[in-house]
């Protein structure tokens, strides 16, 4: 494999930001229709979708870990591993999940409830968290295939199957929080609803496609064999440390939600839309971190180390033009993006201040978030695991400083993100640059 083209990183890169699109809908939509229901609905679902993100990172931080062990095998053309590696990763998501959904149903509210404020934002948000738990086991799943087509560079299907995921969501949505078409109204409880249905019929697509697909035949999916609990640890081997470093960092965002529910409900309510639209503008940027990834550890698996920094360097450049046109459009509508979320016209001038902060942010996270993520496409995900608590360990120490210590207005409360994104690529660019990841094996 030789230095990718451009044309190469946006043939893998357009499908991942196209389905990360339709997935983030399904995130605006809870949040813009919760937002006509009420300011602590918004609240609410800020911190009861928090809670249930940073659980899915467990999911989420596994198969990143299997998309690197697929990546590494695809380059290494071992395509039978591949498939026992999807098979063992499937029972162990599926197990776990499960187990995962009963404890969070029995204990979920109780372990949340002392660190709330507001009764009413506590009862919303138990009740949001408690309903969308058990979407859990079908998104594990769907990530699992995520992993597996971004792994093999073949991500044509995961826009298709997001855009079913986005569109089904926003019917019910509009159904079950508004009482339309037959449904009761349920508000926040029927946006939870809503959501794990969506996550239902996405992993449908996936299973029926790739089933149908002989391309794919190759690769030995659903052989459903006795598991292989080597094949299980020795995944778990790279996973465990992302699956703690991606649960680490949402649960830094839910600590960082916690304080800021201390500001009071409005502060909250700016900071949950906030949140929307600074994943949204985060697109372009986890879609190239995706490709990274996935074209660091292919090099590697063809033993091709030298390719690895060309790689990072030739995304970054390309990454650079596709945030600077993001940021420069989003920059010319800023209460017209807010509006997507409320009327309040109060809320909405509330908002824009923090709004530009969250547009610089985003331009700086892009830049060291590809950095990060070629660390972890080198497989060291234990050094990955590093530097993100000692980036973790920064940013809560600055948005305790800022929101409680000193009581600054929401936006400069919002400036944590810069200490984030530089701490983590800053130590990011210190382990790429010394270059022992060369002779790593997995």
């Known amino acids: 494999m030789s230095t990718p083209s451009t044309r190469t990183i946006w043939d893998i890169a357009w499908p991942i930001m196209l389905s990360l699109v339709a997935q983030n809908v399904v995130n605006v939509t809870d949040t813009a229709f919760l937002g006509r229901v009420g300011e602590i609905e918004l609240g609410a679902s800020a911190i009861g979708g928090l809670l249930y993100t940073t659980i899915f990172m467990v999911a989420f931080g596994f198969t990143t870990g299997v998309q690197i062990l697929v990546a590494r095998r695809n380059g290494e053309k071992n395509y039978l591993a591949i ?52 979407g859990l086991f079908f998104a594990s799943a769907g990530l699992l295939f995520r992993s597996f087509y971004t792994g093999i560079a073949f991500t044509k299907y995961l826009s298709i199957s997001s855009a079913i995921m ?90 960082f939600f916690m304080l800021i529910e201390k500001m009071g409900e409005r502060s909250l309510a700016v900071s949950n839309i906030i949140r929307s639209l600074y994943l949204m503008l985060m697109i372009p940027g986890w879609a190239l971190c995706s490709v990274t990834n996935t074209l660091v550890s292919n090099a590697l698996g063809e033993r091709k180390p030298d390719h690895v920094i060309p790689i990072i360097k030739k995304i970054l450049k390309f990454s650079l033009v596709a945030m600077a046109i993001t940021v420069s459009v989003a920059a010319l509508l800023p209460r017209e993006a807010i509006a997507i979320y409320t009327s309040d016209l109060s809320l909405i001038e509330a908002t824009v201040p923090s709004y530009y902060i969250i547009l610089a942010a985003t331009f700086v996270f892009m830049v060291m978030s590809i950095l990060f993520n070629g660390v972890l496409g080198t497989a060291n995900t234990k050094f990955a695991l590093g530097i993100e608590v000692i980036t973790l360990v920064f940013y809560l120490t600055s948005a305790w400083l800022f929101a409680v210590k000193l009581h600054l207005r929401i936006e400069y409360v919002w400036t944590a993100e810069f200490v984030y994104s530089s701490s983590i690529g800053i130590l990011s660019y210190w382990y790429l640059k010394k270059g022992n990841w060369r002779s790593k094996v997995v």
């Not at 035949?217 to 440390?241: A, C, E, H, N, R």
């Open 83 to 134: 498939g026992r590696i999807f098979d063992n990763s499937f029972y162990f998501l599926g197990i776990t999940s499960l187990v995962i959904t009963v404890v969070v149903i029995l204990f979920g509210p109780a372990l949340l409830k002392p660190f709330m404020a507001s009764e009413a934002v506590f009862n919303a948000s138990s009740t949001y968290l408690v309903y969308r738990v058990p």
């Open 166 to 255: 986005a569109s089904i969501n926003v019917v019910l949505d509009y159904a079950m929080i508004f009482g339309h078409w037959g449904f009761p109204q349920m508000g926040i409880q029927g946006a939870a609803i809503a959501s794990a249905i969506s996550e239902v019929c996405a992993l449908l697509f996936f299973i029926i496609i790739t089933w149908r697909n002989t391309r794919l035949k190759q690769y030995v999916l659903f052989s459903l064999v006795k598991p292989d609990f080597k094949i299980i640890k020795s995944t778990l081997g790279i996973s465990i440390f992302v699956m703690f470093q991606y649960v680490l960092s949402l649960g830094s965002w839910f600590v």
